[in-house]
């Protein structure tokens, strides 16, 4: 069965709802919607796991890998105002305020 975003948001939600307990959370969900398509128990760990993995996905694409140049710019421009934001230095280098250093 496939699930629109909008199930998954209500299947989490009561999933939350009953202290992550997949058995309290597919009887809730089949007690307010009767008439929707009622996911196994074990659904509603899958859709958690999923959301957790897209996020940790997300995160990682919005990371920049810096390279020497752009460390010594960032570095240059705390040397000639200390008081500079981050902000201030990513869009001035237009860079991300995630970025991690290519090692």
Do not use: W
């Amino acid at each position: 069965m496939v699930y629109s975003k909008s199930d998954k948001v209500y299947m989490l939600m009561i999933y939350g709802e009953c202290r992550r307990n997949s058995r309290a959370a597919r009887d809730l969900y089949a007690e307010r919607y009767p008439l929707r398509n009622h996911p196994g128990r074990h659904y509603f760990l899958r859709v958690e796991r999923e959301l957790r993995q897209e996020r940790v996905a997300e995160e990682h694409e919005r990371t920049i890998i810096i390279n020497e140049d752009t460390e010594i710019n960032v570095l240059a421009s705390v040397e000639i105002n200390p008081s500079v934001s981050i902000r201030e230095i990513a869009s001035e280098l237009d860079t991300g305020r995630e970025t991690k250093k290519n090692s």
